[in-house]
């Protein structure tokens, strides 16, 4: 058990890749993949073989987290799929645009103005009631492959 | 109705009628339906409707409207018969008699049926209060129609009028009266003791007098409906559940080769066949009278008919004949002198003289079903056969047949079974073909053969010719399965979870062929060995040339029959090896010419080949490789090092059989090739090294890699006597090296990394010296632990954790690390608390980073409370506190991440917080418990509190933090409403007194959710809620009694600066228990452990209770209510010298005088 140094070496430098290879037979639900050059949640795995005696298979039914967009997917157990890189970053919400864009508190003290209201309904009204009650909101923002969507609230403040 | 004629009006009859056939008509035109019913359903609840009714059965034209007559007067009799005089009572059972008799000619024969069934159920209500003379009349005329003297039309409407009078008697098929069960059982036994074998009688001569018009006309003749009605009647009286079945089975008086052990023996079958016990009494009628004879003949002749106009082989007379003589097949008990089962035999000997012409010969019955024939006859014999084996033992079933025939019954059964297996095997593709069903019959017929000789526990075997037939059946269903095998070897596997569930029945499939095969291990294991050897030289042949697909899935099918032939599946318990095997090779003394020695050594051998990488490409499929670890598992429970106790075990087994020195033998053979020594070792060593090439070989393949963990290397580190020589294989290293070092092992499935640290950890407990067992787990687990440690101290921690290949690598170890904390013993429990100790810290920075990844906040939260679980009792106080202290730092974390937080995710399908988070809780809560154990069970040298570790203290700061989380929603989820109020319960019992340092809005928190248990539909829940609330109570009354503070500021209501009132919480929920008591429902089980929480809140709060009460008596306007409430309030708590102190028998008193209160007040409270 010497070299797990070398075995268990994290890419901490390769911050710059979007997606990582991930043998599909370890892509559980609830996981993440990508589909047709789409982020995806998985919400369903099913195995099969390609014929008694053949290989295992992986099927997959993901929903796209931007657009939540039904996806479906086949690769062998034993191949690689890519798996997105899904971050999540909390800021504070400042302000709410008239042309729908926020204005958001970053970590460092400027601000971040280029995402716009997310779209789901249900979200979009908790935010916006919210805002206008005064109540300070923490929004969670996630990114993947380059794209970035307000996808959770969390009220931090007394009313 | 004679006494009212007179007075009846004529016009007003006919009114009657027109009204109801009106109602019909519009009935079943579907015009007003509603206004119909309302038409009859008047008429029906009218005071004795019974004249007009009896008017329109005789008069009306529309057969609709008797049908409905009839019911009414079924509603309005069985409403009304207590207040009929007797003679009302008896003309309505006459007038269905004779209404029958008259109009058995009637073509509406539903009419006729409805009437006799209301006869039927008439005299039933009636039987007790009939006199003899005037049921025997009744039967008198039911017993002149049946012989025939009035016609065959009615003597048919006489049959079917007993046929009704028999199934209303029969508990099962009776209808309801709304009388007692005892009622049902008094008629019943009457019936059977007085009339039933009277009415049978009846029958049996209708039956015998038309049978011979029957017979003698070519054609089809109105004598055949009464005939098979009589037939029928007989077959139903033949199914009643007979009183001296019962006694039957209590005494077995001179029978015991017939009845001995075959209650127990019949658990596998799938086909029910019940035993036919009537009593001695009947012997006259069934035997003796030559009546299964008769029933012989008469068919016998009616199949030279089925050529003939009107008969063929399904029709209902030739039908109801089979079933009979089948019926006739189970006839036992007391009904067969004790004559040592010679009558007996004579019976079953003549039924089966007749049964065997439908089966003989095998193949050309099969042939001519083959080419059209129905095959009903031949699935009765089958049926047949089976009951015949229900009655009787393995030898004389077989010495029956050898009386008319050169060979026994069993040579026929096989025989028959073969032509089965070989239709089978022509179309196995389709489902349910006369084939498989015969199959499955026969499969049943084979196994209550041969678990009567298992049962019967002597060294008993089938006769030679017996053996032999097993021999040749086998081989038969062994090719049927491989040529099954092979034509579907390319199917592709469409239909998965079809497959998955006919696995059981395939398995059940499976047992039964081992029985047939131990039943002639002599010859099987040699076959089986023959076409195995057959199959890999095949293989090795074809090697590059030919598609070996076929042979893989015939193997794949061999592998699965001999694993079942060879070992039992044990069940948890360890399998010995099967006594047919041990017994039929006693004298092997030679181990290389031990044919299970050379059958096993094959296959293993075999499956070692899937070692060498090009072999393994070339033959050993995933799917041939799970039936090769699946094998390898059966086999080794039951063959490899068996344990001493069970040598042991087994030479003493053998003891008893007076063949000790020879059986020493077998044993030993088999042991010196798997037993604990080099050679039990080297079989060991490639077992093992065959596991790591599943797990390292065959990426992505997870079902056979479940196999191996949970099957195969489960069950090897079961076994204390494999894990001793375990730890010394190079190949167990090797595993353990994989599994620190591998990649290739990351990717396998987390749970399967899960179980396999578990077997490594458990199986340290092999080696000699603690010291080296701890040595060991330190070096399995320090490369996972020292990488969580040096990941969590990184400064860009933030950044990369996120990465996909870090989260999968993070919750790989945490799984492993759950494997090894799973697998806590005290041996190794050092090693496993310092690998959690190491881990804390970053548990706590992961749980941080993590906490939008439920999946791995998940884990860290299992891996913490599986380790507390395994650890917390032999914790000693420092390092408890150390564990304390970092369980509380986890919780406000977790409680700081999740506290109002609205979890909005972008669409629904996303949307699983709620689910994640129950299962969080479940994890936290199930930390508490296991935290709280160390109050009961604690193996350390001091005392926790020397370190300042105060259990109950801990425990309510974790519950402060966790309540908060537990909303009203998740507490819908049942497990955890259940883990929650059980925590909570059991707190408050134990630990009181550390509410009153609770803040309040934790406290009342708490609170709100007992008040929600309380209201909960799960009766365990709110029992749990009434002992926290009781425990609650009782601590402030007995703390106050003794001039402490008790609940202190939670206890007193108060009036804040603002002017708002806020009511002490013992108030609030006496309040709450007194309004579930008195006006919500609940079941009745709860009413003592209300009791038992109401009483020293009231106690507690007499002046609020006071003032309730009084509110619920001013409340009541009837004044008749009020005074009952008033008293009721005044016993509750002055009755039964009820006292104020809490003890036992005052608690007693007061659940007593719940409970009457509650009777009696309840049900007004809730009119109003």
């Not at chain 1, 690769?75 to 899904?86: G, I």
């Not at chain 2, 050993?620 to 075990?649: C, D, G, N």
């Amino acid at each position: 058990m010497s070299d797990e140094e070398h075995h268990f070496e994290s890419k901490a430098d390769a911050g710059a890749s979007k997606t990582y290879p991930q043998q599909a037979g370890t892509i559980r639900k609830n996981g993440y993949i990508v589909i047709k050059g789409r982020p995806c949640k998985v919400v369903e795995v099913s195995t099969s073989k390609t014929g008694k005696h053949g290989h295992a298979k992986c099927h997959f039914v993901a929903i796209d987290i931007f657009t939540s967009k039904k996806l479906e997917d086949i690769v062998p157990s034993s191949h690689n799929c890519d798996v997105p890189h899904v971050n999540r970053t909390d800021y504070q919400l400042i302000d709410i645009s008239e042309d729908g864009f926020v204005s958001l508190l970053t970590d460092n003290g400027s601000t971040k103005d280029d995402l716009r209201l997310p779209t789901d309904d249900a979200l979009l009204t908790q935010i916006k009631e919210g805002f206008a009650e005064g109540k300070d909101l923490v929004v969670s923002v996630m990114s993947a492959m380059g794209e970035e969507q307000i996808n959770a609230l969390k009220d931090i403040g007394p009313k | 109705m004679a006494m009212n004629t007179g007075a009846a009006d004529l016009a007003q009859l006919q009114a009657t009628m027109q009204a109801i056939e009106v109602a019909c008509h519009a009935m079943q035109m579907h015009v007003n339906p509603a206004a119909a019913e309302a038409t009859i359903v008047s008429l029906r609840e009218s005071r004795r409707p019974y004249q007009a009714c009896q008017f329109i059965i005789e008069n009306s034209q529309m057969a609709n409207a008797r049908f409905q007559a009839a019911g009414i007067i079924r509603h309005a009799a069985l409403r009304e018969w207590g207040l009929l005089e007797a003679d009302v009572r008896r003309g309505l059972v006459s007038f269905c008699l004779c209404f029958i008799m008259k109009h058995a000619t009637l073509p509406d024969g539903y009419v006729l049926v409805k009437v006799a069934s209301l006869g039927a159920q008439l005299l039933k209500r009636g039987w007790l209060d009939f006199t003899a003379a005037e049921k025997e009349a009744f039967f008198i005329q039911v017993k002149q129609a049946v012989s025939g003297v009035h016609g065959l039309d009615v003597q048919f409407v006489g049959i079917s009028f007993l046929e009704s009078l028999v199934s209303e008697f029969s508990p099962t098929t009776s209808s309801a009266m709304g009388r007692p069960r005892e009622f049902h059982e008094q008629c019943r036994i009457s019936l059977e003791q007085d009339y039933m074998k009277g009415l049978y009688s009846w029958v049996q001569h209708a039956a015998f007098n038309v049978s011979n018009r029957i017979t003698e006309a070519d054609s089809e003749i109105p004598e055949i409906k009464v005939c098979s009605a009589a037939l029928h009647l007989m077959l139903q009286i033949l199914n009643w559940d007979f009183q001296s079945k019962k006694a039957g089975e209590n005494s077995k008086r001179g029978l015991d080769v017939f009845c001995d052990g075959k209650q127990e023996s019949n658990s596998l079958r799938r086909f029910e066949c019940t035993l036919v016990q009537p009593g001695p009494e009947w012997r006259d009628v069934l035997i003796s009278s030559g009546h299964v004879g008769w029933l012989l003949n008469f068919y016998t002749a009616l199949r030279k008919k089925f050529s003939c106009e009107g008969y063929w082989l399904d029709c209902p007379l030739a039908v109801s004949a089979r079933k009979l003589i089948v019926q006739f097949c189970t006839l036992t008990g007391a009904i067969f002198p004790s004559d040592s089962g010679h009558m007996q035999r004579q019976h079953l000997l003549q039924l089966l003289a007749g049964i065997v012409q439908w089966m003989e010969p095998p193949d050309a019955v099969s042939d001519a079903i083959k080419s059209g024939k129905s095959e009903s006859e031949l699935l009765d014999g089958c049926r047949a056969l089976l009951s015949l084996a229900t009655v009787t033992s393995p030898l004389i079933f077989d010495e029956l047949l050898k009386s008319l025939r050169p060979y026994g019954t069993l040579t026929l059964l096989s025989a028959v079974m073969c032509e089965v297996f070989k239709d089978l095997m022509t179309n196995h593709t389709e489902e349910d073909t006369w084939s498989s069903e015969a199959r499955d019959i026969l499969l049943d017929t084979w196994i209550v053969l041969l678990m009567q000789l298992d049962a019967s526990g002597h060294n008993h075997s089938l006769p030679a010719e017996g053996i032999s037939a097993a021999a040749d059946l086998f081989a038969v269903i062994v090719e049927s399965e491989l040529k099954a095998a092979s034509e579907s070897a390319f199917n592709d596997d469409d239909e998965h979870d079809y497959l998955q569930a006919s696995v059981t029945a395939m398995d059940e499939r499976l047992s039964s062929y081992a029985l047939i095969a131990r039943a002639a291990i002599g010859s099987a294991i040699p076959l089986l060995t023959k076409l195995f050897s057959e199959r890999i030289m095949r293989l090795h042949q074809g090697r590059g040339i030919s598609n070996p697909t076929e042979t893989l899935e015939e193997l794949y099918s061999l592998l699965l029959i001999t694993g079942h032939v060879l070992a039992d599946e044990g069940q948890g318990e360890t399998p010995l090896v099967p006594k047919e095997i041990k017994s039929h090779y006693a004298n092997v003394l030679e181990m290389d010419k031990h044919p299970v020695i050379m059958l096993s050594g094959s296959i293993i051998k075999f499956a070692e080949q899937s070692l060498d990488p090009v072999v393994r490409t070339s033959f050993f499929s995933p799917r041939l490789m799970e039936a090769v670890v699946w094998f390898l598992a059966r086999w080794s429970l039951t063959y490899l090092m068996p344990s001493e106790e069970s040598v042991e075990h087994r030479s003493s087994y053998e003891n008893c059989n007076d063949a000790l020195l020879r059986s020493k033998h077998p044993t030993n053979a088999l042991f010196s090739f798997s037993g604990e020594n080099d050679r039990g070792k080297i079989v060991l060593d490639i077992i093992i090294r065959i596991s790591l090439s599943t797990l390292v070989s065959y990426p992505g393949e997870k079902d056979l890699q479940a196999l191996t963990c949970y099957q195969l290397l489960h069950g090897l580190v079961k076994r204390k006597s494999i894990i001793t020589h375990l730890v010394t294989l190079d190949s167990w290293r090797d595993l353990a090296n994989a599994f620190a070092n591998e990649r290739v092992i990351l990717s396998l499935n987390a749970a399967h990394q899960r179980s396999l640290a578990q077997t490594l950890t458990v199986s340290a407990c092999g080696m000699k010296t603690p010291e080296s067992s701890n040595e060991y787990i330190r070096s399995l687990t320090s490369h996972m632990t020292a990488y969580l440690v040096e990941l969590s101290s990184k400064n860009d921690l933030k950044a990369i954790a996120q990465q996909p290949d870090i989260i999968l690598l993070v919750s790989c170890l945490l799984e492993r690390l759950r494997g090894v904390a799973r697998a806590s013993e005290p041996r190794v429990q050092n090693a496993i608390y310092q690998m959690g100790f190491s881990v804390m810290n970053p548990v706590l920075t992961f749980l941080q980073t993590y906490k939008d990844e439920s999946v791995v906040v998940y884990l860290l939260l299992k891996f913490v409370t599986d380790w507390v679980e395994g650890q917390i009792i032999y914790l000693e106080a420092q390092e408890t506190a150390a564990v304390v202290e970092f369980c509380m730092r986890l919780l406000q974390l977790y409680s700081a991440h999740n506290i109002g937080k609205i979890s909005v995710s972008l669409s629904n399908s996303l949307r699983t917080a709620d689910a994640d988070k129950y299962k969080d809780l479940r994890a936290l809560l199930q930390l508490l418990s296991n935290l709280c154990s160390k109050d009961l069970v604690d193996f350390a040298s001091e005392p926790i509190e020397a370190y300042g570790t105060n259990i109950s203290q801990v425990v309510y700061t974790g519950l402060h933090i966790i309540a908060p989380l537990i909303t009203p929603e998740l507490l819908k989820y049942p497990k955890l409403c259940h883990s929650y109020f059980s925590l909570l319960s059991h707190l408050l019992e134990v630990y009181p007194e550390i509410i009153e340092q609770l803040s309040v809005e934790a406290f009342s928190h708490i609170l709100g959710t007992l008040d929600f248990g309380l209201h909960h539909q799960d009766v365990e829940a709110v029992d749990l809620c009434l002992r926290a609330v009781k425990a609650l109570a009782s601590h402030h009354y007995k703390d106050r009694g003794a001039g402490k503070i008790g609940l202190g500021s939670h206890a007193t209501s108060y009036n804040d600066p603002n002017g708002n009132f806020h009511e002490s919480v013992l108030s609030r929920l006496l309040r709450s228990l007194m309004q579930l008591l008195l006006f919500e429902d609940y079941s009745t089980e709860l009413v003592s452990s209300a009791a038992d929480a109401l009483l020293p809140l009231i106690l507690c709060e007499q002046s609020v209770y006071q003032k309730l009460a009084s509110e619920l008596i001013e409340r009541q306007t009837n004044p008749v209510f009020r005074f009952r409430l008033r008293n009721g309030f005044q016993s509750l708590t002055t009755s039964n010298n009820l006292s104020s102190t809490l003890d036992r028998i005052n608690y007693q008193r007061f659940r007593k005088n719940l409970h009457s209160f509650i009777e009696d007040v309840w049900g007004f409270l809730h009119i109003v």
